[in-house]
């Protein structure tokens, strides 16, 4: 099955401080998401991302397909960014979804 | 996006029982999923879920042990059946809900804590 890689497992910054969070892929893939999980276990779906640039405030994304590789940029932290960030991908096979692979995540500490 | 809940939100249960997990989207829905997080560790898929057809099961998850049922659109259980501490875990559903440039977008449900004594 496709691996998944994540760099930094973990990152601890003061607030106001930029941090690059990078996913590594094994193989193509069709869906590529990132993820926020907060401190109550709940999931909160950041990018959409399979290939491209994305930005949404002070959160962007870029995936590079033909090198398998995916970034999370965080500006301007703040301490709501605290928590761990997932990088999940799928390779949608002509027979249907295949679910979602994870990778380990990045555990992201933002001190006040 | 569609709208996911779960019941129950958590529970503590004794070893040697089982536990039926419910996710409910407010919206019909082809392809569902369940996955599994240990503590402190990542999202593992447990099943796809289909309805009107048999759930498809990962390594290392069996039909015996997390039976799932997926009666209609909107609507799927899981079941942990024979519980030890080792099923204790936060346990997800998640939807696959298209939309325009986005054709295979997963949203996950608020998720079950499990604990198992």
């Known amino acids: 099955g496709i691996q998944v890689e994540q760099s930094p497992p973990d990152l601890i910054l003061q607030e106001g401080a930029n941090s690059t969070l990078r996913c590594n892929f094994s193989?193509?893939?069709?869906?590529l998401q990132w993820f926020h999980q907060n401190p109550w276990g709940q999931l909160i779906n950041l990018f959409y991302?399979?290939?491209g640039t994305k930005q949404n405030g002070r959160l962007s994304a870029t995936t590079v397909a033909t090198e398998r590789y995916s970034l999370l940029y965080i500006s301007s932290s703040q301490t709501t960014d605290s928590g761990v960030y997932f990088c999940?991908?799928?390779?949608?096979?002509?027979?249907?979804?295949?679910?979602?692979?994870f990778g380990k995540g990045t555990h992201l500490i933002i001190q006040p | 996006s569609a709208v996911i809940s779960q019941k129950p939100s958590r529970d503590i249960c004794q070893r040697g029982t089982s536990l039926t997990i419910q996710c409910q989207v407010d919206?019909?829905?082809?392809?569902m999923f369940w996955y599994r997080q240990q503590p402190g560790q990542s999202l593992t898929l447990i099943a796809t879920?289909?309805?009107?057809?048999?759930?498809?099961?990962e390594s290392g998850f069996v039909i015996d042990k997390f039976p799932i049922s997926r009666p209609n659109l909107t609507f799927s259980t899981l079941t942990v059946s024979n519980m030890s501490p080792e099923d204790s875990s936060i346990y997800l559903c998640?939807?696959?809900?298209?939309?325009?440039?986005?054709?295979?977008?997963?949203?996950f449900g608020p998720g079950t804590r499990l604990t198992v004594l």
């Open positions: 991302i399979p290939s």
């Open positions: 998640s939807v696959e809900e298209p939309s325009r440039g986005r054709p295979w977008e997963q949203f």
């Open positions: 193989d193509s893939v069709n869906n």
């Open positions: 919206s019909q829905v082809t392809m």
């Open positions: 879920a289909n309805q009107g057809s048999e759930a498809t099961y």
């Open positions: 999940a991908v799928e390779l949608h096979s002509g027979g249907g979804a295949d679910g979602l692979t």
